[in-house]
């Protein structure tokens, strides 16, 4: 059974910066891309970040978070990561992470304050 838990959200002024964290289990890790996904409120889910499976190497972002977010994974530990750095008021939002393979499969994801 594929479970996702996300966590490492919370509330930082804009500028600031938060590490996710996203442990899976019930699968073959190391075998499957990633995504990272973000919901605001009244917009629909957006794909922002994504990783290939194995040593993680091919990576790609949305626009909207280009430069400033890195995904990245520990096959190790089950688990995919996303560093957001320089946040804005526009990150603010419930982030999730999914297995691609698995697309009905969520977690509960972690919520993303950004405000002053």
């Known amino acids: 059974q594929v479970q996702l838990v996300e966590s490492g959200g919370g509330s930082v002024q804009p500028g600031g910066s938060l590490k996710l964290t996203c442990s899976a289990s019930?699968?073959?890790?190391?075998?499957?891309?990633m995504n990272w996904y973000r919901q605001s409120p009244g917009k629909e889910r957006e794909l922002i970040a994504d990783?290939?499976?194995?040593?993680?190497?091919?990576?790609n972002y949305a626009d909207s978070v280009k430069d400033r977010f890195f995904i990245s994974r520990n096959n190790a530990k089950n688990t995919v990561y996303l560093e957001m750095v320089r946040l804005k008021p526009d990150d603010t939002a419930t982030y999730f992470c999914?297995?691609?393979?698995?697309?009905?499969?969520w977690g509960p994801g972690t919520q993303v304050i950004v405000s002053s």
């Open positions: 999914q297995n691609p393979a698995y697309p009905s499969n």
């Open positions: 019930g699968y073959t890790f190391s075998a499957y891309a």
């Open positions: 990783i290939s499976s194995g040593d993680g190497r091919k990576k």
